[in-house]
């Protein structure tokens, strides 16, 4: 039977060795929350809880893929991951075409990647897309061809003429989009509510990628 998140969060109290009752003063509920939880928490209180564990498997609290907490030690295992670059942070003034076209890849720093088939790896600036991507976590990114189909509703990295974003991509004010129709404007929107979605016109886009999987902690090679 699969697990519940009300069922890895109590597993996670008895790793941290952390009562119910103050895990649920850091939250600052009643000590019954746990044992009143349904499927899920609401994203403020998801935030505190990364906050609180910083070594937790985002991916393992929420849908119960991988180990519990991410590993402390900063050597990379080869036998557990595929190295590719790891874009540095000043590319989010610039723009990734340039570094996929290019020679200065074999500048870039390595990092492991925990799946195969991404093309870079790139670091979250900013609380915009949190609680599911925080600050300073890195993400692993693989093109997509926008022109033949765009995942809608999606976390994506959008690389434009002013910059690189990651954010979830919809059609603009909700419009109806047809396979094969190209937008003249994509809306771009955070999961942080504080904020507000903006329109991307398609004309200023270099390249879409999507987002293949996230970690916390990364190895560099």
Sequence with gaps: MEET???????????????????????GVSPTYIGAMRKSMPKDRLKVVFDLFPDLNRDWLLYGEGEMLMPDDTTPDLSKGYVVPMLPVEAYAGNLQLWSQGVQLRDCEKVVSPVPGVDFGIRVNGNSMEPEFRDGSV??????????????????????????????????????????????????????PDYPPFLIPTDSIYGIYRVVTSIRQYSTY
């Excluded at 109590?10 to 939250?27: D, G, P, S, V």
């Excluded at 990295?157 to 603009?172: A, C």
């Design 139 to 192: 993400i692993f990114i693989k093109r997509i061809n926008e022109k033949a189909f765009i995942p809608w509703g999606n976390p994506m990295v959008i690389d434009t003429e002013n910059g690189v974003v990651l954010k979830m991509v919809f059609p603009p004010h909700n419009k109806e989009v047809k396979p094969g129709c190209i937008c003249e404007y994509i809306e771009a929107r955070s999961y942080n």
């Design 5 to 27: 998140m009300k069922q890895r969060l109590i597993l996670l109290l008895k790793k941290k060795h952390m009562t119910q009752t103050e895990f649920a003063r850091h939250l």
